[in-house]
């Protein structure tokens, strides 16, 4: 008996087993998808593991096929899967389905078909089965989805059960490739015309036929000057014709098409031939990291903002490339890789390929095959954080930049992993062995002008090198800041709008320079609140515990946590008073006092809402970059290592609102958020300037951020998380519950709470309610859990783990629903 062991795209935190025939057994190779039935259904699952021990518990089905000619995943990538599984509590599965792009995790579609042995008797049919029956006369098969098209009803089960059970129609399950190679359609001139006598005979041929000789011509012409094959696409525009008479000249069979396979996301132009040449302390800290290298696996690079890091970075990357390794240069956001990929390329041409979500099914599966083959055009991959999971077979450097960033975090679903320390775990997986005989990890470096907590203290106690640069790249200088207190300016009568008089000023005088301005808001819309002025009633959400944001543009009201919009209301719901006021304010509303204070000028918005389309960044990044917008307004995604050389003043709105969350990391990232913003100003070499909007201007926060004080926010955290138990000093991993019923929740998350109490040792918080305490009708109640440095974190999961098993082994509390995240954010 042969056995193949198998991870399954679904919640399943064991792998399944799976009978193989001995041929199967010796072709099979660990990596390989295999297509296995489950349920009626048909999964594409992954090997794993090679057998001859037969389960104990089930018996083991036959797999449908194998999908994979060679392995699509390497040992290194599993066994990184595998600690992510174990690390952050989450099943391998979700995992797996995380990791690999979609087109490669095949689903069976359910295809339905005529029998065909059957006599039908039409008559005897209902109006939805003989629409059914008739459309399966015309073709051998429909899906679920078509039979939905053709009745104009969502729920077709039960129509099509009547049929099954009738006898007339037969199910089967299908599994679809969902990855098409890009094939580009090419031209050639048959070759008994390219001789001189058959080139005559081909021009009195076409004699009479002005188009298709025109045509004609134009391929000698792109021929002559291209030297390269020529693509049907090209010939059309050059000639300006249509594709009808190409058509027609291959039927005449005076050209031949053929079809080569392309890579959809090509690099085309020069690269820079000149040397890159570091300033004095960029070479400084480069020489510091390799020496760190040396005897370290992980570099911080702690550079204030405009330090040159890039550069750096790119140094780094030569010298890898040089050593034919692998480079993956992880970022925070999608909108940095539009500027870095450009600028990347300009260094290393078609060396780059760039992997990350707004990139189709087609696009990523290349990229994925690329790294497989170990490819040079996919030698330096930049991408997000879902880029980790690449099939990386020589990995000798990882960059994470802007490391303190929260987005490196994934919240939902599953896997909850932090791409930071993931690919710190991932550069250990990669060894290699040194010329004396010691094996050593993948590098990786961390960079930010503003590290995370954790991190800055890892350096400090030994475990990372630590790198810094104090001064700016060239002759720019830190940003001069300016607080602004609002209380004072509102009682002086000297703001207009959410303007005060110093921050209009600065505007009028930047543009005036011919300068750009960027300006900050931490939230999107026109207005997080509609208000009643007669009863005070504020429309809510019918899904979630929070008020509905006006958005100007659409006019209506949505709800940013599940979607949910209505019109905006005229009247008010509950007292049908006509007198209805906004309260507070977003990006959309800042740019619309911009356009009655600035009516001359450009103004531009990037936040969620301008950013949804493929190229929604490229296109704002490119039009501010080509001064086409004079004032940008934005929401954190301005704060993400954005590199604009003319930007003079930068405008944060309203500080406070970052600083009053109900989170323990509130002051450490409004500190990074708002440095960051800083640092968009005065690249080049006039100084910038930062104008601070305030209630609060002697909050200690806002002091150091005036300062550039770091080392006093870091200090001043650090105090404060080792009195109230925090990280670095403390491990969290925090338990959320979800139930639509209120009381069944209530009741189910105290039970968990108590028994997580009696059988540890270790501070457990809660049941909390989080400060939304419904979203999509669930209620949500947390649980903390706080693990000391001297203890064991494996055996503190393990117990963890089996008080959850024994909660959902609860029948009450079996609809509840747990998540675990390890290491929150």
Not at 366 to 378: F, G, M, Y
Request: proline share 3%; with cysteine; hydrophobic share 35%.
């Amino acid at each position: 008996m042969y056995f193949v062991e198998v991870i399954l795209p679904l919640s399943l935190t064991k792998t399944l087993t799976y009978e193989v025939s001995e041929a199967e057994y010796n072709y099979i190779k660990i990596g390989m998808r295999i297509a296995v039935p489950i349920k009626n259904k048909v999964y594409t699952a992954l090997a794993i593991n090679l057998h001859q021990n037969r389960p104990i518990l089930y018996d083991a089905k036959e797999i449908h096929q194998i999908l994979d000619e060679k392995p699509i995943v390497n040992e290194i990538q599993i066994a990184h899967w595998q600690w992510i599984a174990s690390y952050y509590m989450c099943a391998i599965g979700d995992v797996y389905r995380g990791a690999m792009p979609s087109a490669l995790l095949l689903e069976s579609e359910t295809i339905i078909s005529q029998k065909n042995d059957n006599f039908v008797d039409e008559t005897q049919l209902s109006d939805d089965e003989y629409l059914i029956y008739q459309a399966l006369q015309k073709q051998s098969s429909l899906k679920i989805q078509d039979v939905i098209s053709i009745l104009n009803k969502k729920n077709v089960l039960p129509v099509i059960q009547k049929l099954i059970d009738k006898g007339i129609l037969v199910l089967q399950e299908e599994v679809a490739e969902a990855y098409k190679p890009k094939l580009v359609r090419y031209i050639r001139l048959n070759s008994k015309y390219e001789s001189n006598e058959g080139l005559s005979h081909l021009l009195e041929l076409l004699k009479s036929a002005n188009k298709q000789k025109e045509i004609v011509l134009s391929y000698f012409q792109l021929n002559a000057t291209t030297k390269n094959p020529t693509t049907v696409k090209s010939l059309i525009e050059v000639a300006n014709s249509t594709s009808a008479v190409v058509k027609a000249l291959i039927d005449k069979h005076i050209f031949e098409e053929y079809y080569i396979q392309e890579d959809r996301v090509n690099f085309k132009g020069k690269i820079k031939e000149d040397a890159l040449r570091l300033s004095e302390a960029q070479e400084i800290a480069f020489q510091e990291i390799k020496s760190n290298f040396k005897n370290k696996e992980v570099c911080l690079l702690h550079g204030v903002t405009s330090s040159g890091k890039t550069e750096i970075y790119i140094q780094l990357i030569e010298e890898y490339i040089q050593q034919e390794k692998q480079v993956l240069y992880l970022l925070p956001e999608i909108a940095l890789t539009t500027q870095l990929v450009s600028r990347l390329r300009d260094y290393f041409g078609n060396k780059v390929a760039v992997f990350h979500s707004k990139y189709n099914n087609n696009e990523r599966v290349e990229v994925w095959k690329q790294v497989l083959d170990n490819s040079p055009k996919a030698q330096i991959v930049i991408g997000a954080r879902s880029a980790l999971f690449l099939p990386f077979s020589n990995l000798g450097l990882i960059i994470v930049d802007e490391e303190h960033e929260q987005t490196f975090k994934q919240q939902d679903p599953s896997p909850r992993y932090h791409a930071r320390d993931a690919a710190i775990v991932l550069s250990s997986f990669h060894k290699a062995t040194q010329a004396n005989g010691e094996q050593v990890g993948a590098k990786v470096l961390l960079g930010s002008a503003t590290p995370s907590i954790e991190t800055y203290y890892n350096s400090q106690s030994g475990k990372y090198g630590l790198v810094e640069i104090n001064q700016r790249f060239g002759k720019s200088i830190l940003p001069e800041i300016e607080l602004v207190d609002l209380k004072d300016k509102y009682f002086r009568k000297k703001m207009s709008g959410h303007f005060s008089d110093t921050l209009i000023e600065e505007i009028t005088s930047a543009l005036s320079d011919g300068s750009q301005v960027i300006l900050f808001q931490n939230r999107r819309g026109f207005s997080p609140v509609v208000e009643c002025m007669t009863c005070g009633h504020v429309p809510q959400c019918q899904q979630c515990d929070v008020s509905l944001t006006y958005h100007k543009h659409k006019n209506q009201l949505r709800c940013h946590y599940c979607g949910y919009s209505m019109a905006n209301p005229t009247s008010c719901h509950s007292c049908s008073s006509v007198h209805l006021t906004t309260k507070g304010f977003g990006t959309e509303q800042i740019q619309q006092e911009l356009l009655t204070l600035f009516p001359n000028t450009k103004i531009g918005r990037m936040d969620q809402d301008t950013t949804r389309g493929k190229f929604g960044f490229e296109k704002i990044i490119d039009s501010f970059k080509n001064k086409e917008i004079d004032i940008l307004v934005g929401t954190q995604m301005l704060a993400k290592g954005l590199d604009f050389d003319n930007v003079s003043l930068v405008g944060i709105m309203n500080a406070d609102n970052m600083l009053y969350h109900p989170d323990f990391r509130a002051f450490e990232r409004s500190f990074q958020m708002m440095t960051q913003v800083a640092g968009r100003a005065g690249r080049s070499e006039k100084r910038g300037k930062v104008i601070i909007q305030t209630y609060n201007p002697n909050h200690n926060t806002i002091q150091q951020v005036t300062n550039n004080d770091y080392l006093g926010m870091y200090k001043e955290q650090l105090y404060e998380r080792q009195i109230y138990k925090y990280p670095p000093y403390f491990k969290l991993i925090k338990l959320t519950l979800k139930n639509r019923d209120f009381e069944k929740l209530k009741t189910g998350s105290f039970w968990l709470f108590q028994v997580l109490q009696q059988n540890m040792s270790i501070p457990v918080l809660g049941p909390e309610e989080p400060p939304i305490s419904r979203i999509r009708n669930e209620y949500i109640r947390t649980i903390m859990i706080k693990i000391p440095q001297n203890q064991s974190l494996q055996v503190t999961k393990k117990t963890i783990q089996k008080i959850l098993d024994s909660f959902e082994s609860v029948a009450q509390f079996k609809a509840i629903k747990t998540a675990v995240n390890v290491d929150f954010y």
